[in-house]
């Protein structure tokens, strides 16, 4: 056994974790920055819709903002997070065809954001911003009482709109 030179005490052996010697080994590949390897974030949420939702058009592309509030229950203490979702082109103009306040929505989107502002009252406070990639109307208001639901892949907007 091998012994520390400070303590005399016999080192104790670590062994790395993982499939050593299965044939399951890991083969970590570095890469340079800026490399084509492709990372995704993915957000769901559920809630209901806080104002209707109005169209605008910005930079030759459709678009709208609509806020969701996503109620949280922790036995008897109930807490409300509010997100304010971005929809473009073909999504935004579905949304705003079939949504109107206080519909129930489940909200499939990418690039969470999160900001920070002062309100009317000199409060500071924070807001989560969501890009909606599929919007489904989850409190259908349909005739044969099916599900809604509005998807566009197409709802890249290039620049970031000022709310």
């Known amino acids: 056994r091998e012994l520390n030179t400070l303590t005399s005490r016999p080192v104790k ?9 299965t044939g399951l080994e890991h083969k970590s590949r570095r890469t340079a920055p ?5 990372t995704y974030q993915m957000h769901i ?13 910005a930079n030759g592309q459709s678009v709208t903002n609509f806020s969701v509030a996503v109620n949280i229950r922790r036995g008897e203490q109930q807490s409300t997070t509010w997100y304010r979702v971005t929809a473009w082109n073909g999504l935004a103009e579905t949304v705003c065809q079939y949504l109107e306040k206080g519909r129930r929505v489940l909200v499939d989107g990418s690039n969470l954001r999160s900001s920070a502002y ?3 009252d000199g409060q500071p ?6 890009t ?7 409190d259908s208001v349909a005739s044969d009482g099916e599900q809604e639901s509005a998807s ?12």
């Open 152 to 163: 566009n892949g197409d709802n890249s907007g290039g620049e970031d709109i000022p709310f």
């Open 45 to 57: 949420i559920v809630g209901h819709l806080g104002d209707t939702p109005e169209l605008r058009e």
């Open 13 to 21: 052996t670590r062994r790395r974790c993982g499939n050593s010697g």
């Open 118 to 120: 002062i309100d009317r």
């Open 34 to 38: 800026g490399s084509d390897i492709m």
């Open 132 to 138: 909606a990639n599929r919007v489904q109307f989850l």
């Open 125 to 130: 406070r924070a807001s989560l911003e969501l």
